[in-house]
């Protein structure tokens, strides 16, 4: 609401004197200055805004990654690393995509890059997909298996705080990357598998056992069961590192995620558990 001394002045001073005269008054009287024109948005600008606005399906769709359309992943992503989005950290995914077809792939990580804006985005694929590598996304080329690349990754970059397996979908080679990469994982971070329905197809190097103990799925049911190991009855089992660090997993169609984390709540008193030493029919209560 103007002050009322400016009301007066308006009605009464305003009209005895020339208008040039007048905004010279209004100078002085300190009246706001006019407001300037504010400069247009460049194109880049525009569309990193419009990039940061979109949830990770509408950037999916954008980048044309197969997460979403082939696959329903993305809101799974979008709940399960929404609270990384505004984190600087480092994502690491195995397979940048594209196979061995020339400066064919990388749709994932220009993804990661948008939905993540702060956040250094790392690919590793078995073929040089060196062409992706822009601001904030490195390529590194070398096999999910290898330790020694695996290791210079996290040399370079930092223990990943997210980890996506979408590299061979070979039970063996997952299983193998688990076991060298969840170690390295940060000690909070999430760990995903994509496309774990190979597990039941031999000519990925799964079984149609279901109970086979070396595919992808029986990994994933081996870690539900390491996330109670506090209750194991055996006195003498030695838990492995994912049955201590395992917080949770989270399985969807053909998607898990795991969760790194401490799991040692403890359970107190466990009826039963046998002494180091009882033969398995000897065991007290
Ligand atoms: C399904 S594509 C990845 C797609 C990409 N992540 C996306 O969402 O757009 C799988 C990629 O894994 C790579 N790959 C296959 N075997 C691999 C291995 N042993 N180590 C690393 N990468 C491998 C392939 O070259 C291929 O580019």
């Known amino acids: 609401m103007p002050h009322p001394l400016r009301t007066l002045a308006v009605r009464v001073v305003k009209p005895l004197v020339p208008e040039s005269l007048w905004r010279r008054l209004r100078g002085l ?44 992943y993305t809101p799974h992503y979008q709940r399960h690393l929404e609270h990384l989005r505004d984190e600087r950290f480092t994502l690491l995914e195995i397979g940048i995509g594209g196979y061995a077809r020339e400066k064919q792939g990388g749709r994932s990580l220009r993804m990661w890059k948008h939905f993540f804006p702060r956040a250094q985005i790392v690919g590793l694929d078995i073929e040089d997909k060196s062409f992706v590598e822009a601001p904030r996304i490195k390529a590194y080329q070398g096999s999910q298996t290898d330790r020694e690349v695996l290791e210079r990754i996290v040399a370079e970059n930092g223990r990943p705080q997210v980890v996506i397996d979408d590299g061979s979908h070979r039970p063996e080679h997952i299983r193998e990357t688990f076991r060298v990469l969840f170690p390295m994982l940060a000690d909070d971070g999430v760990y995903a598998i994509e496309d774990t329905q190979t597990s039941y197809w031999p000519t990925w190097g799964g079984s149609e056992d279901r109970q086979d103990p070396t595919t992808t799925m029986a990994l994933v049911k081996d870690l539900l069961d390491g996330l109670n190991y506090e209750e194991f009855l055996d006195a003498d089992y030695e838990p492995t590192y994912s049955d201590r660090h395992v917080v949770a997993v989270h399985a969807y169609h053909n998607l898990i995620f795991i969760e790194k984390g401490l799991n040692n709540e403890g359970g107190g008193p466990t009826p039963g558990r046998k002494k180091a030493g009882d033969t398995a029919h000897g065991a007290s209560a």
């Open 29 to 72: 009287a300190g009246a706001a200055p006019a407001p300037q024109p504010v400069a247009p948005l460049s194109p880049a600008e525009q569309r990193r805004r419009r990039l940061q606005a979109m949830d990770l399906t509408e950037l999916a769709q954008e980048f044309r990654t197969d997460k979403w359309g082939r696959h329903f």
